[in-house]
């Protein structure tokens, strides 16, 4: 099969973080851009960027891009794309997109041109005129941007950082593919040990532990492409495999989380379990005035609650200002805390080492890192 091109959308922020993940799985084409990162392969990197890849949000198939003001620019830019090599005579096909800044600005006629246009193509290359759509869901994704128009199909059904351990979470939890981030951002390797005192519900421990392993985030999920006739099933028990054997099952890894509720330790204790990383953490019920550690190095990552999630602004900068005089400069260790308040700094009481500009959902905020002695 000729070379498939891919486009990897992530949050603000981490472009980087996922280009270099997806060069060190040996994919080829790495280049990021604002939002997402393209890449290229066959169905094996298919299969391997979804089991494997901790930051990116899905993974798409990139079927073209064009420029596109008219609607019949629209149809032939859309029906001269290879919708045969993914999606058979029996698969449903839905489209769903979004139109930014562009003269073709109404999502529903984009989605009917699209459809139509695919269908068109799809009936020349098969003989028929009617698609029941009743197999597996190739699900269609177009974005224009200032007249640009991108043509996708996702594999990945659900998002990729819905990983398959947190069945349930505290208020506001961080994604977890923000939290692989900021592990990633932490330098947390297999002999670490990280911290959390606000553990919530473990996401950011668990994706910790995950990355410092080396298990592949997606093992314990199953991805919409899985169901295609396209895509043989024996590459994803390939790679399945693959990920299997490259956990380092050696590793020194060990983590503590903390939380003043109760109810958040019982559930990172949960999801743990579920992540299959309860061996390596040790969780209690702690208040942040009563944190502190005997560990010679640790990294600690967290982010607490604040104003425009479970505190008001006030509240939250009392708190950084205790957070300040507990996380003490000590060799070996470090601190990554992120928040959406610009004045974290001045509550913490000194300045970062170094920050980092990022989204938790829709919110803009910052890693503030700690690490110099």
């Known amino acids: 099969m000729d070379t498939i091109r891919f486009s990897a959308p992530c949050l603000f922020g981490i472009e980087g ?40 949000e899905r993974i798409h198939i990139l079927m073209g891009e064009f420029t596109a003001k ?31 800044s562009s003269t073709l600005a109404s999502v529903p006629d984009c989605q009917k041109i699209i459809k139509k246009a695919i269908v068109d193509r799809l009936s020349g290359k098969y003989g028929i005129k009617w698609f029941d759509e009743s197999s597996a869901k190739c699900q269609v994704q177009f974005l224009i941007i200032k007249d640009k ?8 059904g659900e998002g990729l950082h819905k990983r398959g351990y947190r069945r349930d979470s505290t208020t506001a939890p961080i994604k977890e593919t923000l939290a692989a981030a900021m592990a990633d951002m932490s330098h947390v390797r297999p002999f670490s040990t990280v911290i959390d005192p606000f553990c919530g519900s473990g996401t950011i421990l668990i994706e910790a532990a995950l990355k410092a392993l080396n298990i592949a985030p997606g093992l314990r999920r199953r991805f919409s492409a899985e169901l295609w006739q396209s895509i043989p099933v024996e590459v994803w028990s390939s790679e399945r495999e693959r990920a299997f054997d490259l956990i ?11 939380d003043i509720d109760e109810e958040a330790v019982e559930l990172t204790k949960s999801n743990a ?49 205790v957070m300040g005089k507990k996380f003490v400069k000590r060799p ?42």
């Not at 270099?20 to 890449?39: H, P, S, T, Y």
């Not at 629209?74 to 139109?99: Q, T």
């Not at 560990?295 to 900068?317: F, K, M």
């Not at 004045?343 to 009481?349: D, L, N, W």
Request: charged letters at 30%.
């Open 17 to 56: 973080i996922c280009a270099d993940e997806l060069k060190r799985m040996e994919i080829q084409g790495v280049a990021a851009e604002n939002g997402r990162v393209l890449f290229e392969g066959d169905e094996s990197t298919l299969a391997r960027a979804n089991l494997c890849s901790r930051y990116a």
């Open 70 to 100: 008219t609607f019949d620019e629209l149809f032939e830019g859309v029906k001269k794309l290879e919708w045969e090599r993914f999606i058979r005579r029996n698969n449903a096909f839905p489209v769903k997109g979004h139109c930014i």
């Open 149 to 156: 128009v991108s043509v996708m199909l996702d594999t990945s």
């Open 248 to 258: 380092d099952r050696s590793a020194e890894f060990r983590a503590f989380g903390y």
């Open 273 to 321: 379990y579920k992540a299959g990383v309860e061996n390596r953490m040790r969780i209690e019920v702690r208040d942040i005035k009563d944190f502190s550690s005997d560990c010679e190095r640790a990294a600690v990552i967290t982010n607490p609650p604040y104003g425009e999630r479970l505190l008001d602004a006030e509240q939250a900068r009392r708190l950084y200002t």
């Open 332 to 373: 070996g260790w470090s601190y990554t805390v992120i928040s959406p308040d610009d004045q974290f700094e001045a509550s913490f009481g000194r300045p970062a080492d170094k920050r980092r500009k990022l989204y938790n959902g829709m919110i803009k905020c910052q890693a503030f890192m700690y690490f110099k002695r």
